[in-house]
């Protein structure tokens, strides 16, 4: 008898663990990931130049200096 008791005992902690573990299971495919906020981007400022016109040669090359 006292065989008996045990091989009962140790079936429902292993029913009891294979439940817990399904549950757990369960859990982790059901809870979805948060996703990271993303930070707002701040662009530098960029100076902004006048537009410069260059002289130009006769066959189209810019004369810069």
């Known amino acids: 008898e006292r065989c008996d008791k045990l091989a009962k005992r140790a ?3 292993g029913i009891r663990a294979a439940a ?3 549950q757990l299971k369960e859990a982790e495919q059901t809870e979805k990931a ?3 906020p993303v ?3 701040n662009r530098p ?3 902004v130049r ?3 016109a260059y002289d ?3 066959d189209g ?3 810069l200096c």
């Open 50 to 52: 006048e537009k410069v």
């Open 45 to 47: 400022l960029v100076q």
């Open 11 to 13: 079936a429902d902690e």
């Open 34 to 36: 948060i996703p990271v």
């Open 39 to 41: 930070a707002p981007v």
């Open 20 to 22: 817990a573990a399904h």
């Open 61 to 63: 090359q810019l004369r």
């Open 56 to 58: 130009a040669e006769e």
